[in-house]
């Protein structure tokens, strides 16, 4: 069974870079991709963006200025950066495994951690 | 961007009966849509994905029709655990989300 694992602060400063990792387990990060969705009160659920097995990126228009997401497939972990945070950016974030077979869904996720942005 | 508007936002129902919810899209995106059922506290679960495929291990009582820019989700005979909220979710262009419909007993 697949399992994912948010980890990183709980709580980042205004103007401040948001960093977040994911850790795989049960199976290998080489033949998937791997998304980043964040959920807040005011804007539902909100995809940031994914990484591909081969390390090819594709943000949300809306905050592409500012993340980056990244992969080390040796340690089965991806990261996330967001940078010059706002309270806007207050959210529970969720990494999640992107199938794509034609169809593309999110079949498993990790359990979520809530990020707050406050000084 | 591709907007999706859920209806209605909140519903209740009793037990064992049929409930349908609509998700709609700002344009066509034929048959690119999924259905989510997210439990309080829990992350979100794939019930359906391209609209009408359920996902495996999802109960049969779950199921999702339509196509082009409407599209709706029907729990055939309501049980106490599918209390929650659910989302559509779109993937022609881009992903985005409904802002879900919240179903209470």
């Known amino acids: 069974q697949v399992q994912l694992q948010e980890s990183g602060p709980r709580l980042v400063k205004p103007s401040e870079t948001l960093s977040l990792m994911c850790s795989v387990s049960?199976?290998?990060?080489?033949?998937?991709?791997w998304s980043w969705i964040r959920q807040s009160p005011g804007k539902g659920l909100e995809w940031i963006g994914y990484?591909?097995?081969?390390?090819?990126?594709n943000y949300s228009p809306a905050l592409r200025s500012r993340v980056t997401i990244s992969a080390d497939t040796s340690k089965n972990q991806f990261s996330l950066r967001l940078s010059s945070v706002t309270a806007a950016d207050t959210a529970v974030y969720y990494c999640?495994?992107?199938?794509?077979?034609?169809?593309?869904?999110?079949?498993?996720w990790g359990q979520g951690t809530l990020v707050a942005v406050s000084s | 961007d591709i907007q999706m508007t859920q209806s209605p936002s909140s519903l209740s129902a009793s037990v064992g009966d049929s409930v349908t919810i609509t998700c709609q899209a700002s344009?066509?995106?034929?048959?690119?849509l999924n259905w989510y059922q997210q439990r309080p506290g829990k992350a979100p679960k794939l019930l359906i994905y391209?609209?009408?495929n359920l996902q495996s291990g999802a109960p049969s009582r779950f199921s999702g029709s339509g196509s082009g820019s409407f599209f709706t989700f029907t729990i055939s005979s309501l049980q106490p655990e599918d209390i929650a909220t659910y989302y559509c979710?779109?993937?022609?262009?881009?992903?985005?989300f409904g802002q879900g419909t919240k179903v209470e007993i």
């Open positions: 999640a495994r992107e199938i794509r077979v034609g169809a593309i869904y999110f079949d498993f």
């Open positions: 049960g199976d290998s990060m080489r033949n998937y991709y």
């Open positions: 990484i591909s097995h081969s390390g090819n990126t």
């Open positions: 344009q066509d995106i034929s048959n690119y």
């Open positions: 391209d609209a009408s």
């Open positions: 979710q779109q993937y022609d262009d881009g992903y985005s």
